[in-house]
């Protein structure tokens, strides 16, 4: 069964860091592109970064370009997002999702963000 | 980058209603152009890919339409279970979701 579990979220102070996790199961991790996709609350989708399977190729949405980065290790299944410089409007829940054909085609459940002092 | 204009915001419907919702691209992504589902607490779920092919599973009251810039999704006849926020997404280049539109009760 194909598994994204994402972990790391929680409560950060304006300026500060956080790391997040995607674990990932059920699937041949390094054959996937995978991205990382946020919700603030109450509003909509807004992808953020894309790694590809053997992590040379990465791209980032304007919004977190030098703030976030994004990395994998594929022997340990996981796909990691660094954020650092955290604002108030980083406030959302992150979504991992592995990519097919272009295209997020499954979504872990999430885990939630807060920034605030 | 590609910006997705998606009307309206929010739709009020009955059970049985035909529910149309329209996305328009600020440049061609050709039929580059998916339709997700998101229920509150979820992850949204793909429903349409490529502009207009049905996603595996999904009832078939959902389709979808248009290439270029202006598409359209369509529920031909609305469910309970239907009641839910869509986005439509472009993936010509890397991936922008429209502002989603909120399908409630009417």
């Known amino acids: 069964e194909v598994q994204l579990v994402e972990s790391g979220g929680g409560l950060a102070q304006p300026g500060g860091s956080l790391r997040l996790s995607c674990a990932a199961s059920?699937?041949?991790?390094?054959?996937?592109?995978m991205i990382w996709v946020r919700q603030a609350p109450g509003k909509g989708l807004e992808w953020l970064s894309y790694i590809s399977g053997n992590d040379n190729n990465v791209y980032y949405a304007d919004s977190v370009r030098g703030r976030f980065s994004i990395s994998r290790d594929n022997p340990q299944n996981s796909l990691y997002l660094q954020m650092n410089s955290l604002r108030a409007e980083d406030t959302a829940v992150y979504y991992c999702a592995r990519v097919v054909a272009q295209l997020p085609r499954f979504w872990g459940q999430g885990t939630l963000v807060t920034v605030s002092s | 980058d590609i910006q997705m204009t998606q009307s309206p915001s929010t739709l009020s419907a009955s059970v049985g209603d035909r529910v149309t919702i329209t996305c328009r691209a600020s440049?061609?992504?050709?039929?580059?152009l998916a339709w997700y589902q998101q229920k509150p607490g979820k992850a949204p779920n793909l429903l349409i890919y490529k502009a207009s092919t049905l996603e595996t599973g999904v009832p078939s009251r959902f389709s979808g339409s248009g290439s270029g810039t202006e598409f359209t999704f369509t529920i031909s006849s609305l469910q309970p279970d239907d009641f839910a926020t869509y986005y439509c997404q472009q993936y010509n280049s890397l991936w922008t979701f429209g502002q989603g539109t909120k399908v409630e009760v009417k």
């Open positions: 059920g699937f041949i991790f390094s054959n996937y592109e």
């Open positions: 440049q061609s992504i050709s039929s580059w």
